[in-house]
Structure formats: structure tokens, C-alpha cells
């Protein structure tokens, strides 16, 4: 079950990456505030970064295998009751 967070493999590195815009925040800089004494640290960005989220439960890898996982949001029940109605499919 989620918590509602995302891994992430090398948060400084990200951090860095969305930062490149912010003047004086390098790779040394985030590992220092993630380091340091304070909890919290909020710095606006200077230029906003789209985003996307995909959530999926179906996953084929470079030799077609197919792994299926668990939907633990539940979101692939109301997919299939809109697939059921046919076309044309509803708006989420």
C-alpha cells in the first residue's frame, strides 16, 4: 500500500537537476541543506518543471514479457465499469 510518496533513487541528484535554474544551488549545496541541522528547506524555483505521474498495473519489458501487479488504488475496477460502457468512453 502507498503512503502517497515516490521513490526516488538519487534525491540530491534531482534536486541538483530541478535547481540548475536557482543560482548557487549545486550538487554540494542540496547535499548540505539535505545534511544539515534544519528540517525543512523551501527554495522557489526559478523556472517551473512539468511533471507527469503514471500510475500503472501492467508493465511489458524489452522482450514482451508481461508482469501484472497489484492495483492498490483501485483504479482498474473504474477502469473496466468505463470500458464496459463503450464508446465513446467517459471523461475521468
Known amino acids: 500500500m502507498s ?4 521513490r526516488v533513487e538519487k534525491p540530491a541528484d534531482l534536486a541538483a537537476c530541478a535547481l540548475r535554474h536557482n543560482p548557487g544551488w549545486n550538487l554540494d549545496r542540496v547535499n548540505a541543506a539535505m545534511n544539515g541541522s534544519e528540517n525543512n528547506v523551501t527554495v522557489v524555483l526559478e523556472k517551473p518543471i ?8 501492467v508493465v511489458v519489458d524489452e522482450k514482451n514479457n508481461v508482469f501484472f501487479f497489484d492495483d492498490v488504488y483501485g ?3 473504474l477502469l473496466n465499469i468505463a470500458f464496459k460502457k463503450g464508446y465513446p ?4
Do not use: E, F, M, N
Not at 468512453?89 to 475521468?92: C, F, L, R
Open 50 to 57: 512539468p511533471v507527469l505521474i503514471l500510475y500503472g498495473t
Open 75 to 77: 483504479y482498474d475496477k
Open 89 to 92: 468512453y467517459p471523461s475521468p
Open 3 to 6: 503512503h502517497g510518496y515516490i
